[in-house]
């Protein structure tokens, strides 16, 4: 097993690759819906049909993309080839993502889905090997979580980038024209999401050893069997699906609050990025307490506070941009820690799934993870769609107080009964870093 320390150059070099994927994730996370309502014109329910199917088509595809991809030997590693092959296709998805189609009625529904489902398939081909990384660069316990550590900065560095950008870009290069700002904000991603992905290729080689892969084995049904004899895992998946589900209606939601409960449409990035920046700066912090008191004391800190500020949020009338910003950040402080926890204690199952079992589940596991993930967040953003549409809102008009309001507890209660929910869950999980030395151990002999 490879337990050596990292060196920096790798560390920095597959963090930085998550810029790259959350370019792309948060584009689509945080303007898809807004794009298909005020931009393209659509309702918000059929908008968010088209959103779910390609959500769920992606999750659909994420399993097949891991077992394929753990099961690869090429010259350029196990799981890099995908990322090499693939980062061309997915920057062009992307732009095709956000352009409107010079149509109307059923032809424009049929090639928005197209879209959709091309962009989410290339997606998958690239995010799920990149992920799958981890667990193959090393196998302690610890240094998962430094590699974890840089990759979450990545990620939110790639979130607070878009957020930031984003509606300055669009309003800059649109010139009033939202539809054009789009297509230059996804020429301007896709060529930085390329070349960062070109950098994380050079500096981070996949080990020359086996490092466990040469254990993949059995069918995609033996796999199956195996991935629901893994009880850490189902806990880790149970609390991050849940979380990950239930924010959708805080996060999905903050643009349109933003424009039409506050009118501060201008000041969109402001708002998108001090959520960002503030969880970006608090990963340091939530890092370097996880390998204090260990991963899941961690989550329930985290959890807690988290539900602290989302009630806030619910109850505290906001009435200016400087309460809206206090309050967002607030709760990017709290969230901060669940993504460099979920994405470090997921490896860690690997290990534990392999000793009960007898099978090793590298890819397939994160693949089988981003399914449910996925196929659950396209059922969330296609109940939000039809949420939307049933409290009254209507696309580029003045809303309701009724409708305000309803938004409002829909963007705060929701979210803080899954956050709630998932400090129950992770307070079973059972791995910390000597249960995990011991499971290693175990492997060795």
Excluded at 285 to 303: A, E, Q, V
Excluded at 365 to 373: C, D, I, K, S, V
Excluded at 377 to 406: C, D, H, M, R, Y
């Amino acid at each position: 097993m490879n337990t050596k320390k990292l060196t920096l150059k790798t560390r920095i070099g597959y963090g930085i690759g998550d810029i790259s994927i959350c370019l792309y994730w948060s584009g689509v996370g945080l303007y898809l819906l807004y794009f298909y309502t005020d931009v393209v014109g659509i309702s918000p329910a059929l908008a968010g049909v088209i959103y779910g199917i390609g959500m769920m088509w992606d999750a659909l595809t994420d399993p097949f993309m891991g077992y394929l991809a753990e099961r690869t030997r090429t010259k350029w590693g196990v799981y890099r080839p995908y990322i090499l092959f693939g980062n061309l296709p997915l920057a062009i998805s992307f732009v095709l993502l956000f352009w409107v189609p010079p149509y109307e009625g059923t032809a424009l529904f049929v090639i928005l889905l197209f879209i959709n489902l091309l962009h989410r398939t290339c997606f998958t081909i690239v995010s799920v090997p990149f992920s799958s990384l981890t667990p193959r660069i090393t196998s302690d316990s610890e240094e998962r979580t430094n590699l974890t550590g840089f990759r979450m900065l990545g990620a939110q560095t790639g979130t607070n980038l878009m957020a930031l950008c984003a509606f300055p870009i669009i309003f800059a290069f649109g010139g009033g024209d939202e539809a054009r700002g789009f297509i230059y904000l996804t020429l301007i991603a896709g060529v930085t999401a390329m070349c960062i992905h070109a950098i994380t290729l050079y500096t981070v080689r996949e080990p020359t050893t086996s490092q466990g892969i040469d254990r993949v084995s059995g069918s995609l049904l033996d796999t199956a069997k195996a991935i629901g004899k893994n009880k850490p895992f189902w806990l880790v998946f149970a609390a991050t699906l849940i979380v990950g589900v239930t924010t959708i209606f805080f996060g999905n939601n903050l643009v349109y609050y933003t424009k039409y409960a506050l009118n501060l449409h201008e000041y969109q990035g402001t708002v998108l990025f001090t959520n960002g920046i503030v969880a970006f700066a608090s990963i340091p912090f939530w890092w370097w307490l996880s390998n204090k008191i260990g991963k899941r004391k961690t989550w329930l800190i985290s959890s807690s506070l988290t539900l602290l500020f989302l009630s806030l949020f619910f109850v505290y009338p906001i009435q200016s941009l400087v309460e809206l910003l206090i309050i967002i950040a607030l709760i990017g402080a709290g969230s901060g820690a669940f993504g460099i926890l979920f994405w470090s204690m997921l490896p860690d199952t690997i290990e534990y799934g392999e000793v009960e079992t007898g099978i090793r589940s590298e890819s397939s596991l994160y693949g089988f993870m981003t399914f449910a993930q996925k196929g659950s967040i396209a059922l969330a953003i296609t109940i939000l769609g039809t949420t939307l549409n049933l409290i009254g809102f209507v696309p580029n008009e003045v809303q309701t107080k009724e409708t305000i309001e309803s938004m409002k507890s829909i963007m705060g209660l929701i979210p803080a009964f899954g956050v709630a929910l998932s400090f129950v869950i992770i307070y079973f999980y059972p791995i910390d870093s000597k249960k995990h030395k011991e499971l290693l151990e175990k492997l060795e002999n």
